[in-house]
């Protein structure tokens, strides 16, 4: 039974976070394509979204405000680097230095082919009514520095499309997990674990295993599921910062939690070797900017386990 099928046949998410782990033997392979559809993809758009979902994956998407207070999906601190043919005058601008109405008319899929060039900035509402009553489509709703009104209005819609167990609120940030399970406590939250690395891109165990104490001491409050940052150079003897008997370790306790937990590597991402040796350390849900490299290893992976 495909993972999707599954979450939609349990009919509640908690049940499917324990179902993610079928057994020691046989365990349920996902993914998350970041931004929507990684490197492959345009980001962040509606086109994109629909493709990921098609493909079984769970799409990462982003939001922000645009000036006249619309909530639309896009990434970057300003528009320069998606938005096709900006204007010269345009560049440095932020979201918020554009009405919808504005924003709306950008070019944001000519950049990764001729073929996307019609695909725009889509509104957070569109990607909400397009999961509406389609329970298999999940989405990891990564937030750009929103304010706490943000989230309020974010929950109305929430429940206005009944997608409380379907849009996983995301940040980095976990005051707001908290605020956002206050908020919001019938819905889900993501937390990435990032940024946590020294100058010579080695992880930094000290503020990582800081931030995991506080979760701990919190019994992982209003996180429903987690990503970890990691590198990846499989030239050395373990390729992998943190270290493999750390993420080991980790995939362990938050399958003993019944968190599912997944990594994303900012470093040889291309490499469809990485993705075999994380699934050998008992890692069973990858988040990547390379769908094409990724989903042969899980299919892979998959095609191995039913044996």
């Known amino acids: 039974m495909r993972f999707f099928e599954r979450i939609v046949g349990l009919g509640t998410?908690?049940?499917?976070?324990?179902?993610?782990?079928?057994?020691?033997?046989?365990?349920?392979?996902?993914?998350?394509?970041?931004?929507?559809?990684?490197?492959?993809?345009?980001?962040?758009t509606?086109?994109?979204?629909?493709?990921?979902?098609?493909?079984?994956?769970?799409?990462?998407?982003?939001?922000?405000?645009?000036?006249?207070?619309?909530?639309?999906?896009?990434?970057?601190?300003?528009?320069?680097?998606?938005?096709?043919?900006?204007?010269?005058?345009?560049?440095?601008?932020?979201?918020?230095?554009?009405?919808?109405?504005?924003?709306?008319?950008?070019?944001?899929?000519?950049?990764?082919g001729e073929e996307f060039a019609l695909q725009r900035i889509p509104t957070m509402e569109s990607v909400f009514c397009a999961m509406s009553n389609f329970p298999?489509?999940?989405?990891?709703?990564?937030?750009?520095?929103?304010?706490?009104?943000?989230l309020r209005e974010i929950a109305k819609r929430v429940h206005?499309?009944?997608?409380?167990?379907?849009?996983?609120?995301?940040?980095?940030?976990?005051?707001?997990?908290?605020?956002?399970?206050?908020?919001?406590?019938?819905?889900?939250g993501m937390l990435w674990l990032g940024y946590v690395w020294t100058k010579d891109r080695t992880a930094n165990m000290d503020g990582l295993n800081a931030v995991l104490k506080r979760l701990r001491e919190n019994d992982f409050k209003g996180v429903n599921h987690l990503v970890l940052h990691i590198q990846a150079d499989l030239s050395k003897e373990d390729p992998f910062e943190p270290k493999s008997d750390f993420l080991r370790a980790f995939a362990r306790e938050m399958k003993e939690r019944g968190i599912?937990?997944?990594?994303?590597?900012?470093?040889?991402?291309?490499?469809?070797?990485?993705?075999?040796?994380?699934?050998d350390l008992g890692i069973i849900g990858i988040a990547t900017d390379f769908p094409s490299v990724v989903m042969p290893v899980i299919n892979e992976a998959r095609a191995k386990a039913v044996k």
């Open 160 to 188: 206005h499309y009944g997608i409380e167990k379907q849009m996983f609120f995301t940040s980095g940030n976990y005051d707001k997990m908290l605020k956002w399970n206050e908020i919001c406590p019938d819905g889900v």
């Open 136 to 150: 298999e489509r999940l989405l990891y709703l990564d937030e750009k520095g929103l304010t706490e009104d943000n």
């Open 13 to 44: 998410l908690c049940f499917w976070f324990s179902s993610v782990f079928v057994s020691a033997q046989q365990p349920e392979y996902y993914v998350n394509f970041h931004r929507g559809g990684g490197a492959e993809r345009p980001e962040n």
């Open 46 to 112: 509606l086109e994109t979204f629909l493709w990921a979902w098609n493909q079984d994956v769970i799409p990462e998407g982003d939001v922000q405000y645009s000036k006249d207070g619309v909530a639309v999906m896009f990434h970057d601190a300003n528009v320069n680097r998606m938005v096709w043919e900006l204007p010269e005058e345009l560049k440095g601008k932020k979201i918020r230095d554009f009405t919808w109405e504005e924003l709306r008319k950008f070019d944001v899929g000519s950049h990764a």
């Open 260 to 279: 599912p937990m997944e990594v994303i590597t900012w470093s040889n991402g291309k490499n469809p070797e990485v993705y075999r040796k994380l699934l």
